[in-house]
């Protein structure tokens, strides 16, 4: 009679056993439709492939694991000592052994048959509809789309006010840019990632993209997306104090809409060129530098030119002096300490040229000296 309870207990508390952590298991996975825990199913047909490869993993490992642990608890229960089981002894069991030798072979074969497919789709960049160069920066992006004259810098856009806690952080907080890369639906895009200073990764969970980005080397990858939408990712490699500001948005549009964007683009690129030949007031150039030097100076040299990690630009002998020395520091950053980078790639000539003007007339400087976007390039130029 006991005999038959005990049984009757080890049979029913197995598959609740099972019962209870699958339904447990099912919750966390269907939260809205996309799991919490689990890897997106992505928007690429590789990164569909990827995600059916790793539940088919995940679904024989469950597998093994059921019968294991079932073989286990019921024998615990059913052959316990107490209960006056006598160890079975059985040595060198030829059969057993070529079973537990052939049945694990089979099960790796079937799991390395369809990892080995995907792999060969992952890595093969043949046949590119678009090109586009991803090159990394401490710490922003750089896209450059091959053939088409379009390049840009794409950096993190959430306000400082919401790092340092001083205001509720937003929906995209520290997944969002300024300008996001862009690119067409159901094209192949090709990626060719690259670093301009250290090690960075480029990163696009949907995409099932992940590519270092080594300064020296071009790493290849392709996408493509299936669905428009804005699809976010992150610097997977530690790559300095601003590793976490990184991010990678991108925007995948119909074809259309994209080939709009880049005739867009191209004429702003255009623009900037004619400018760059133009010649602008001082009133002008102030305007304008001001913006800059809010955008890409101000962190580091004050609201007033007071200085803090750079030095002071009121009064600096440098902003007040000569000013070839002045294009120097900014356009090939300082030969003595890093954190004044060079702005040759970052700023434009305008650009340049305005907050150049800027520094020399603003914060009591008054030297009253105009600079060009024209004297920018010559002195890029090396003229
Ligand atoms: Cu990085």
Not at 41 to 48: A, C, D, L, M, Y
Not at 69 to 93: L, P, W
Not at 302 to 322: C, L, M, Q, R, Y
Request: proline share 4%; net charge negative.
């Amino acid at each position: 009679m006991v005999n038959i309870i005990n049984r009757l207990i080890a049979w029913l508390s197995i598959p609740a056993l099972w019962l209870s952590l699958l339904l447990s298991s099912n919750q966390a996975l269907a939260e809205g439709g996309r799991s919490t825990l689990n890897m997106p199913e992505g928007v690429t047909p590789v990164s569909i492939d990827v995600y059916g490869l790793h539940m088919e993993m995940f679904w024989w490992c469950v597998g093994i694991g059921v019968v294991v642990f079932s073989v286990m608890f019921y024998s615990m229960i059913v052959h316990r000592k107490a209960n006056g089981a006598k160890a079975a002894n059985f040595h060198e069991s030829t059969s057993l052994e070529i079973v537990w030798t052939v049945v694990p072979i089979i099960i790796l074969v079937a799991m390395a048959w369809p990892a080995t497919t995907s792999l060969i789709k992952l890595y093969d960049t043949s046949e590119s509809d678009v090109d586009i160069v991803i090159t990394g920066y401490q710490w922003y992006w750089k896209y450059e789309y091959l053939d088409e004259e379009v390049s840009f810098f794409s950096r993190l856009s959430t306000p400082q006010e919401q790092i340092r806690n001083q205001a509720p952080k937003g929906e995209h907080y520290l997944l969002e840019v300024d300008e996001p890369l862009v690119i067409p639906v159901n094209k192949k895009v090709r990626f060719l990632v690259t670093s301009n200073d250290v090690i960075h990764a480029w990163w696009v969970p949907d995409l099932a993209v992940k590519r270092d980005a080594i300064p020296g080397y071009i790493n290849e990858s392709w996408a493509r997306v299936e669905r428009p939408g804005t699809y976010r990712g992150v610097c997977a490699e530690l790559c300095g104090k601003d590793h976490g500001f990184m991010p990678v948005v991108v925007k995948a549009v119909p074809e259309d809409e994209y080939t709009a964007w880049l005739a867009d683009r191209r004429e702003q690129a255009e623009k900037i060129k004619a400018l760059t030949s133009k010649t602008f007031t001082l009133d002008e150039l102030m305007v304008q530098g001001e913006q800059v030097y809010a955008k890409a100076c101000l962190a580091c040299h004050g609201a007033n030119g007071e200085g803090g990690v750079g030095k002071a630009i009121a009064g600096s002998p440098i902003a007040t002096g000569d000013i070839a020395a002045h294009l120097d520091i900014v356009i090939n950053g300082s030969k003595v300490n890093p954190a004044m980078a060079a702005y040759k790639e970052t700023l434009s000539e305008v650009d340049t040229a305005a907050v150049l003007t800027y520094q020399r007339n603003a914060f009591g400087n008054n030297t009253g000296d105009v600079v060009q976007p024209i004297d920018i390039l010559n002195f890029k130029q090396g003229k």
